[in-house]
């Protein structure tokens, strides 16, 4: 079975500095990777996705991922974070339901608290 | 162009109750999946509809059932409500390719409930 380890409860950054978020899985066969971005009483945005090709991989509002296989991590990026990236950021890994489509498994979540 | 709605956003109920709980995908989606998510966790799979049909559960009870439409919206139920079981209930819906695995989840905003 496929799971998700986000190894930091709680990140704070000044606003400016950059930003890196952990993120470990575990699946046997060739990952579907995403992260989502959650702010308070809000659902689930979509900030980048890796199913294959390039490990480096461009999201939305600045953010990028790394894909590497040898060490089962996706970590996401930031060079600058602004005040505004305050929110909650989940990894998931996507494993293929048969006849449909894919089922997220989600890690615990890391808040990212930014300070001005 | 309406991405996934869901209704109601908040709700109140008793132990012992029952819930209903919609959802309506973006448009041109057809696959809908159920997402519990508890309070400081990561959403936990419930169940993924495709053409009318449950195709996959997660470790849940039989208290939590769903439908399908035939346009596509689907409920989740919930019967016998639990204190546990408050918490916000996310529903994703995807489009399927066929041979395609690698389809990309919108989430709703979620109904929060609170079993009281």
């Known amino acids: 079975a496929q799971s998700v380890t986000q190894p930091d409860i709680h990140i704070t950054v000044s606003e400016g500095a950059s930003l890196e978020l952990r993120c470990n899985y575990s699946?046997?066969?060739?990952?579907?990777l995403f992260w989502y971005v959650q702010s308070p009483g809000q659902g689930l945005q979509l900030l980048l996705k890796y199913f294959s090709g390039d490990t480096l991989v461009q999201g939305i509002k600045g953010f990028e991922a790394e894909f590497k296989r040898s060490q089962s991590s996706f970590n996401l990026r930031k060079p600058s974070v602004h005040w505004s990236d305050a929110a909650e950021y989940f990894c998931?890994?996507?494993?293929?339901?048969?006849?449909?489509?894919?089922?997220?498994?989600f890690g615990t979540g890391t808040q990212l608290k930014v300070e001005l | 162009d309406a991405g996934v709605t869901q209704s109601p956003t908040h709700l109140i109920k008793t132990r012992g109750q029952q819930v209903t709980l919609r959802c309506s995908p973006k448009s041109g989606h057809d696959t809908v999946s159920w997402y519990q998510q508890a309070l400081g966790q990561g959403p936990q799979f419930i169940f993924q509809y495709y053409e009318e049909e449950e195709r996959q559960r997660g470790n849940f009870p039989d208290r939590f059932s769903g439908h399908q439409f035939p346009n596509y919206s689907s409920e989740l139920n919930v019967n016998a409500l639990l204190l546990g079981d408050s918490a916000l209930y996310l529903c994703a819906s995807s489009p399927i390719y066929s041979g395609q695995p690698n389809t990309e989840a919108f989430f709703g905003q979620g109904t929060r409930l609170t079993v009281v």
């Open positions: 998931a890994v996507g494993a293929r339901i048969t006849g449909g489509g894919n089922k997220l498994t």
């Open positions: 699946y046997g066969a060739t990952p579907y």
